[in-house]
């Protein structure tokens, strides 16, 4: 039972990051990359680092291949690191996380867009495909960063992330198709046009956007901050 609970989850995860990889996918045909890079070729480091690797531009994945280890010494490059499960954020360094048999420990680079699909309830990742949309997934800039986006091969829309006072701005190349955008922590936000946006959290660590379809510049600020 939790064998098939655990393949449950991650066929869940996998399949909300299916619009990523197919992106991912789009761009290294374009542009003759390779969607897993070691970390040598992704931030140069030494070659001898071999337990880790960047998945589809943003994703550091660290698995734990050693049977009953339940911990991994994780080397954060530099640019921030956001936990995938739980939010928490990592600068640069090295950290010894918790890796238990249910979770491989996989961070979510900073000023990341990252398309994906959520359960149109809840937000988060879902089995069921006739309940599933289409959303942003971001995290917090440390300086500008650029994303394009690859729907097909013949369309693509560019995305600019860039810190402000108190959080942060993400501007889209064209009027924005993703009526659903998911943060980590607590947020508050507002369009080019002013006035604040329905937010809600779909998980205690979560904060969820709902937004009109067509927008191109969005101001997020973090609660507390």
């Given at each position: 039972?939790?064998?098939?609970?655990?393949?449950?989850?991650?066929?869940?995860?996998?399949?909300?990051?299916?619009?990523?990889?197919?992106?991912?996918?789009?761009?290294?045909?374009?542009?003759?990359?390779t969607m897993m890079k070691p970390m040598a070729a992704a931030f140069h480091l030494s070659p001898e680092l071999d337990s880790q690797y960047?998945?589809?531009?943003d994703y550091l994945v660290c698995p734990v291949t050693e049977q009953g280890r339940t911990?991994?010494?994780v080397v954060f490059p530099e640019d921030g690191w956001t936990d995938l499960y739980t939010g928490?954020?990592?600068?640069?360094?090295?950290?010894?996380?918790?890796?238990?048999?249910?979770r491989i420990p996989v961070f979510i680079r900073a000023g990341a867009v990252i398309?994906?699909?959520?359960?149109?309830?809840?937000?988060?990742?879902a089995l069921a495909p006739e309940r599933m949309r289409?959303?942003?997934?971001?995290?917090?800039?440390?300086?500008?960063?650029?994303?394009r986006i690859y729907p097909s091969p013949e369309e693509s829309t560019a995305f600019c992330s860039e810190p402000c006072?108190?959080?942060?701005?993400?501007?889209?190349?064209?009027?924005?198709?993703?009526?659903?955008?998911?943060?980590?922590?607590?947020?508050?936000?507002?369009?080019?046009?002013?006035?604040?946006?329905?937010?809600?959290?779909?998980a205690p660590h979560m904060t969820a956007v709902r937004l009109a379809r067509g927008w191109r510049k969005l101001r997020l600020w973090e609660v507390g901050q």
């Open positions: 039972p939790e064998a098939e609970e655990n393949f449950r989850y991650y066929y869940a995860m996998r399949q909300s990051m299916m619009d990523k990889i197919y992106s991912t996918a789009v761009r290294c045909s374009v542009e003759g990359d960047l998945f589809c531009d911990s991994a010494l928490e954020r990592h600068g640069a360094g090295e950290a010894v996380l918790p890796a238990p048999p249910d398309p994906a699909r959520i359960h149109e309830e809840s937000a988060l990742p289409q959303a942003l997934l971001l995290t917090p800039p440390l300086a500008k960063r650029e994303t006072p108190g959080g942060f701005m993400v501007t889209a190349g064209g009027p924005c198709g993703y009526n659903t955008i998911l943060l980590y922590g607590k947020w508050e936000a507002e369009t080019e046009e002013g006035g604040g946006l329905s937010c809600y959290a779909p």
